[in-house]
């Protein structure tokens, strides 16, 4: 590390690591410059002035904007100066020359940094007397962002973040001087998973979401920190919420994680919470039909089945639960049942990941420390989009980048090579000998390696993967991020022992082995690929209890009903992530109606059928969680609570998984999940039910031969069920393959070890006519 | 796409001289205003696909620059420049006359689409100031009746090609630099996309 410089500010005497800027510098050391258009997380522009301070150079004293000025030893720079002052009152008094008056219906009024550093700074009135500038009001750039130009005060950070940051600028200066505008191109929307983070990061309230426009005033907020569960990134996130609706997700800049972005879903898809169709009671199916009955019936029927038997209990855990949650279920799986513990996690790709001895495993950090990333996974951009995030960073870093297919094409754009279908055939089988590669050769061999490792559809085999590490762990020095992409999956991995997934479900558990069912915020039915096995499993069973917020598909067939409190804001616990990152999991609003927390609900069955339990608190569970661990070194609520731990506190230990391949493994499709899909909770999210699950396949130019297709649409049949759906050509596929995302109602209904026909849509209407 | 097989091998040939594909934007800009004599959306999605970046950005350096027209033009584009020389020598003048004769305001363009009226900066012919363009030919040292005269001829014979010296002749005055300036293709040159408009001569 290089020696540091020292400087002066405003007669302070102050340090800094060389190449900072100036403003970052005196943001470090206390001292605060206003600016509009600096961003820690963006490349400087100088766009706005706002940052101008004076700084003594050989020729005098000189106006430099801090934002792109680097530190230099023995500077010596005035933030307050008279002509500091006299600088920032013009440079505001020039922004407001065009800014409408609009601060009693804007969105960002009460927290908006031109209000605010006008007040702090400002000239106190205007000498402008013309006409300001005038654009038509709020235009829709997409389905859920506005635009107001007016309000645009053209600090390019919105542009920047879609150019730099989400690396799809669909939005930019149009025009110029006097006339420029942000705008997109006719026609070609902003669409982009990242979105949201410009209205964040907008300065002004030029930028809004349909989601929470017009819902509140900053100052009837109701925030507190939290972690986003949508999937395994686990991104620090603030909750607001007004009149005890939640209203708006919030990114926080978590260095090691989310560095204040988050992906579109994670920052929408809460407004289900306030969805009229969720569960309030609890129901009893009687007779075909669900009534509402009083929890206190459900604990004394359950108790029932518990007691009267030596309980065959069986757990189908969804990923949205709190660690804290999965504990009690193990405490109630340990008392409970002396068969062995059966817990099977609701993920189609559950495999045995890379955790063995000779595994070293990463850390998202390592990302921009390595030599080169390797990833062969689900498509992290669909399914842990804030990580692709941090690859995209650490590409622009300067890191090499190796992708092999047929997942992550997005990345293929900034990968130095991308291995496609001439590398890894159509079973997701890497057929080439790997050191031979040449590009390996280069990048890999002999250096620092971060591999992003995982099951790119549920057909492909175990040992593909673990080939390509062994490759490598042997010819470099590697750690491995395991892409288990789903929620707190890393959470359960970490509390429960020896867990399955779904693919492993449907052969194990049948009426003889499981007298008991809990489906815990879980809707295989409507999800899985295993949709059809799993039904006529959960049909033959005596008991099956479902906590879920919505009934859906699978809750339907459950005798007891239970309403569960949201992860989202309405419950307390921790999380942890990819990387083995537990943090905080908070509580804003309450859960409407009789919900409970899942560990709520099971702790009180077990008072009330009379079993003794230690963990009968929130507290006692978390402790539970982590008691294998130094106190001080583990997570628990009064060390993640200390300031220094707000971020999340790492604690890598090693699961053990059972889950194991299924035998189907002559990979017909390629299945996989889009970021939007049709789930309940999505369905119930305005915001993310207008960003679309449009029904569609992508298929391999041999497909498209193959079947004659030619009218852009073809209809999937396998017997009884029929879905049409478009298709789209991806000249990157091998022969066959087929790629159906299955996260879209229907699609998942087929069953992908046996033939599907596929029919050209215009000749199928022709039948249908005759 | 909406080029012809001819223009995209233009396109491919400009493309070559960069290093970065995108480094052919400006070239790329000026072939398709002298496909269509401005800057269409079509185009813009065209050179988007052949440089590999979003049309949006395309979009955002044509219209940065004012000399890429974003609205198609009349069939003579009359630049008359405002610029300090030009000025001072009555510019203004010329400008008030021609807006008379054509009762167009600055970018306009007359309902025959004849004629486009814009008052330009500069237009490097300080030397010969007041300076007229007709579709990027100088005509320099024109004063206030010579240029209601070349309007006048412009709308009478309505030529298809319209030649820098030859207008000079008739209509120019007091030219700069007689002794440098020996390529007669008026502002544009033979440098690959700095292509000529359609209706002016191919240089001899
Ligand atoms: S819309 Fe907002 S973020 Fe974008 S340039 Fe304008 S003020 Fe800046
Ligand atoms: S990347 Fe994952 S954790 Fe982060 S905001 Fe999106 S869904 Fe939430
Ligand atoms: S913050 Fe420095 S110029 Fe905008
Ligand atoms: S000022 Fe008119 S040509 Fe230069």
Redesign the pocket.
Known sequence: MSEKVNLNVNGIEIESDPNKLLIEACEDSGIHIPR??WHKRLDPVGMCRMCLVEVETPRGKMLVPSCTTEVSDEMVVDTESDVVKKAQEGVLEFLLINHPLDCPICDKAGECPLQDQTMAYGPGESRFVEEKRHFEKPINISEIIL?DRE?????????RFSDEISGDPLIEFIQRGNKTE?NTFPNEPFKSYFSGN?VQ????G??TSTSYRFKARPWDLKSTRSTCNGCSMGCSIELNSSQNKMLRILGVDNDAVNQGWLCDKGRYNFEYLNSDSRLKTPLKKIDNELVEIEIQEVYSELSEVIKDRQTKVTFLLGSNLTNEDYVAFREFSEIISQSEKSFYLNDDKLHPGLFGENVELAKIDDLNSSDAIVVWAEDLKEKIPVLYLRIRQAVKNGVKLVVFGHTNETLSDIADVFYGKETVSENFEIVKDISKLKEIKDLVIGKNITAILGKSTPHQSDTSVTKLFEFLNSNSNSKVLNAYSKGNTYGALQTLENVKGLNNFVNDISEENTDLLFIVGADPIGRSVYSNQIKSIIEGLDTVVALDNFNHETSELANFLIPMSSTLGEKEGTFTNIEFRTSRIDKLVPSPGQTVSDWEFITSLMNFSGLTVETNSLESLNKKAYENLDYSLSPVFDNLDKPSNLDGMVNISKPKISSSDNNSNEAKFFIGEKLYGDSTTERHSDSISLLGSKKYIEVSEGVVEKYNLTSGKCTLIQDELEVTVSYEVNKSFPNDLIYIPTNRRELNKFDFSREIMIIPSVVKEALNVN | MSWDDKLLKQAKKIIKLYPQKRSALGPLLHLAQSKDGYISDDSITVISELVGITEVQVKSVSTFYSMYKQEPTGKYLLSVCKSISCEINNSSEVINKVQEFTGLNNNETDEEELFTFEAVECIGACGGAPAVQVNYETVEGVTPENAINLCKWLKETKPDVVVADEMQENFGGIKSFDWAIQDNSGATSTAPGFQTLKTTKVKK
């Open positions: 509009f258009c635009l309000r645009c005060i053209l600090c390019a950070r919105c542009t942000v410009t990061i907008c300065p002004v030029a930028l």
